[in-house]
């Protein structure tokens, strides 16, 4: 996995490379090959990390939260670069992935009342 990994970063360097020293017209196609190499570089480690019923539960989310979902898939491909997976993920641990990274990124909304105490009737009319 890892001289895969080591592969495909330095196609995606020798890209980026090329495009930056090449013409503008072939610029915009190289950086769309950057990107579509990517993807399929996160598709495959994430092929390789989760099962199946994970991995159509991270797609199902990706269709709801996209932003989430690309949290924790870089979640995933962090742990597996730095070789923290002890094999593959099951949906039950994929849920228990998803509930750490919703309580990172819980949002608390709290609720300030300002309240004018300017004009206020209720003292004039004790007279």
């Not at 360097?13 to 090959?33: F, I, T, V, W, Y």
């Amino acid at each position: 996995m890892a001289d895969e990994e080591l592969e495909a970063i330095r196609r995606q360097r020798m890209a980026e490379l090329q495009a930056k020293h090449g013409d503008p017209s072939s610029d915009q196609q190289g950086q769309q090959e950057a990107k579509q190499r990517e993807t399929e570089m996160r598709n495959s480690i994430l092929a390789q990390v989760l099962d199946q019923s994970a991995r159509a539960r991270l797609s199902n989310l990706a269709l709801v939260k996209p932003d989430k979902a690309k949290a924790v898939e870089n979640y995933l491909i962090q742990m597996a670069r730095f070789g923290q997976l002890g094999g593959k993920i099951t949906e039950a641990g994929l849920i228990e992935i998803l509930e750490k990274v919703s309580q990172q990124t819980e949002k608390k909304t709290t609720v300030k009342f300002n309240r004018r105490r300017v004009m206020d009737s209720d003292d004039e009319d004790d007279d």
